[in-house]
């Protein structure tokens, strides 16, 4: 079954000013925990898992990382046995502090935690044969979930009723989500990617499955790299759902909004410019990002 999401329109003065409309996919309302980009990456491994006879997946990720919590649950609710590498030996002591961590625990996940040199050696294939002589047979899902059948499922986030906008915005993680939308969007549309990783390396990994060169990678607004945070963004977030309702979080949807605003701001974007974009979930992660907020006695994202 092909899930479709529902477009919500932006009310904002910075929009009227620069005649440029701005609107939402709402992915997030997918579902609380396997929603937006990682429920489309989900979709279709999970069916080939099964397909293949696996009854346990094993994938990668970080304090973080909505991909671990996602695959936890959708592990649990199919019935497979899950297994997280977590980039970080220093969680294993205190992984229970770490509310995505624990979350995913929760629903089944069982962790190892290996060191940050370690985890940069995860996708070749001795680690990978390091792995099964460890845990067994299973069904490999690369960290963020992005591989073809990922690919094919975020193709699915874009629908007809997507047609008349001349851009097309998502944040950016591994990749996949902007190549399986960048493979889907409507000519002469324009994809857009924000990055939550400070660096421009992202360019080879996506050519790898966009097919397609309607895309550009914006990359000002990382905010100093995966998981930084600033008090400015904070700010951000919360005043933008003060004013459209709209929940963002910190690591992706919140700073391609940033983003995306600051540029039509600059007049980026000619007038009549028609924006969507797309809300890839992630909110799970707020709680765990605000208990590190606390910590640094900086404002807390508004839940």
């Known amino acids: 079954m092909r899930v479709t999401t529902e477009n919500q329109e932006v009310h904002l003065s910075i929009l009227d000013q620069k005649e440029v409309s701005l609107v ?3 992915e997030d309302r997918i579902h609380p925990l396997i929603s ?3 429920y489309r990456k989900l979709k279709y491994n999970l069916e080939e898992a099964k397909t293949q006879g696996f009854d346990t997946l094993l994938t990668f990720g970080g304090a973080f990382s909505n991909h671990i919590a996602a695959t936890a649950y959708a592990g ?3 019935g497979l046995k899950t297994i997280g590498i977590i980039r970080g030996e220093e969680l294993a002591q205190k992984w229970q502090e770490n509310s995505t961590l624990k ?3 929760s629903h089944g996940m069982q962790f190892k935690f290996v060191s940050r040199e370690a985890y940069r050696e995860k996708d070749t294939p001795q680690y990978i044969d390091w792995l099964k002589e460890e845990f067994g047979a299973f069904y490999l899902l690369p960290e963020g979930g ?3 059948l990922a690919i094919k499922g975020c193709e699915e986030i874009i629908t007809t009723n997507d047609a008349d906008f001349d851009i097309v915005c998502c944040a950016v993680g591994t990749g996949g989500t902007i190549a399986g939308i960048s493979n889907a969007a409507f000519a002469p549309q324009k994809v857009l990617g924000f990055p939550a990783l400070k660096g421009d390396f992202l360019q080879e990994d996506i050519c790898k499955f966009a097919m397609r060169e309607n895309w550009k990678l914006i990359t000002d607004y990382h905010f100093g790299g995966y998981a930084k945070v600033t008090e400015e963004l904070v700010s951000f977030i919360n005043n933008f759902k003060l ?3 709209i929940p963002l979080d910190s690591i992706y949807t919140g700073k391609m909004l940033y983003g ?3 540029l039509i701001q600059k007049g980026y974007f000619p007038p009549n410019t028609k924006i969507l974009a797309i809300h890839s979930g992630g909110l799970q992660g707020i709680d765990g990002m605000n208990r590190n907020l606390l910590k640094k006695n900086l404002p807390l994202i508004d839940i």
């Open 36 to 38: 937006g980009n990682k």
């Open 76 to 78: 649990k609710i199919h």
């Open 260 to 262: 995306i605003l600051d």
């Open 146 to 148: 992005t591989n073809p």
């Open 24 to 26: 939402i996919k709402r």
């Open 103 to 105: 979350l995913a625990e």
């Open 243 to 245: 004013n459209t309702q």
